[in-house]
């Protein structure tokens, strides 16, 4: 069923009341907080809460609203990590917004200007977590939704409706598959095309799109000439309310990207920085990684101290070794890692090689196995929870590692499965955690995993490591992917 104009109404109405619900949580916590902090410190002055009444800032959430229209928060269909830069980006302009209106109209004795700051992070994670679920209990009840189908290659579309699927706040409804060659429908019979369902031939599209009351479409055809794909979307585009385009480019800086418009000519520039080349941008990496690094240790000695005490108790040996890798511009590093392996693993791992052909495959193939005959059961739990690399923080305080990078591999590995690739490799320290490590960890092949490597060299910013290592938190909760 369409939404129609009385449900988008509602559902932008509900999702405004969502983000002030979540806006006059943090303001009266960021009230509190201030409070509780002068009262703690003796650094902080006192503070009653007299100068942040909230009948006396009427402006505050209308201020917070007209920002959020501005941005398109309201009318822009992003997945959700690309909506909490927009989030961030929006309070950002509404704290320095207030600080403005605070200075010139004189009004200290109204507002405290700590309570702003202190206020900021708040909103945004309230903000953030309200939507999310609120955008899922709105989508489960009919609003906001949009009618997708997917027109394209088959193994193309089965990737991106996976992907688009699993972006629960997008509110997509999947409608079904068109093919773009008769040949393709013999393919949905077969395992795995069946998941795409069948929507109708491309050769009757209008008719396809005005039955199922299709707003969305997108077309999944990389191979297809720029030229067939142009005139396919042109086709569409009279009968959907959106079309969505996979652009030819499979990698390269598409996030530090800027769009230049030719239009006399109908063609368009895409501008790619790299960014990491910028030494502004490494020394904010390197600022970033110690900030986070030093803030967290108190809290992670006492997980250190507990696991190497655990290590040594269970299996004769050391608690930590070291493993010697690659680092940025080919220097070698030694990797500290908690030991997860008994004390003769090398004779352990060349038994089971030389009598086990599956292993051998295994081995040969990921440079892992999954029933590792060399891991202690307890090295299994840590290298489950990734806590067997916990260590590697010592590594970042000595510069020689990232929070975030590509996995550190050794120098015959790299020259082996990286190539002509391990140049952008060595660009960047490597990382405690990457790509790989929330794209499925072991599940995922050498190959993509180097892909994902030069893909994250090509398109970093502080933005995509925050990401990441949000990411990395529900992957090392779920233990998916890791032995």
Known sequence: MRSGAPSKFVYILSLIGIDLGAYTLAFFCAVQLRIFLGRISELIPDFAGDAMRFGDLYFMPGLFLLIFLYEGLYFRRVPYID????????????????????????LSNLVSRFTIVLMAPLAFIFIAAFRYWGKILLHRAGLGRQNLIIIGEIESSQKIKRELLAEKTLGYRYEGFVPIDKRHKAQLRKPGGAELGFAGDIQHLPDVLGEKKIECALIAAPNLSREKISALADKVHRYVHHVLLIPEMRSGALLNSELYHLFVNQLFLIKMR???????????????????????????????????????????????????????HGKAIRVYKFRSMYADADVRLKELLARDKAARAEWKKTIKLKNDPRVTRLGAFLRKTSLDELPQLLNVLKGEMSLVGPRPVPEAELRERYKDRSDYYKLVRPGMTGLWQISGRNDVSYEQRVNMDTWYVFNWSLYTDLVILYKTLGVVLKKRGAY
């Not at 909506?83 to 704290?95: C, D, G, S, V, Y």
């Not at 941008?281 to 101290?305: E, Q, W």
């Open 274 to 328: 790299n960014t990491l080349s910028e030494r502004g941008a490494r020394f904010g990496k390197l600022i970033f990684d110690y900030a986070l690094v030093i803030t967290a240790l108190p809290f992670i000695l006492p997980v250190l101290l507990i696991i190497g005490i655990a290590i040594r108790a269970t299996s004769p040996g050391p608690a930590l070794y070291t493993q010697k890798r690659v680092g940025r």
């Open 83 to 106: 909506e909490l830069r927009e989030i961030a980006k929006a309070l950002a302009m509404l704290t320095i917004l207030l600080f403005a209106l605070i200075s010139i109209g004189k």
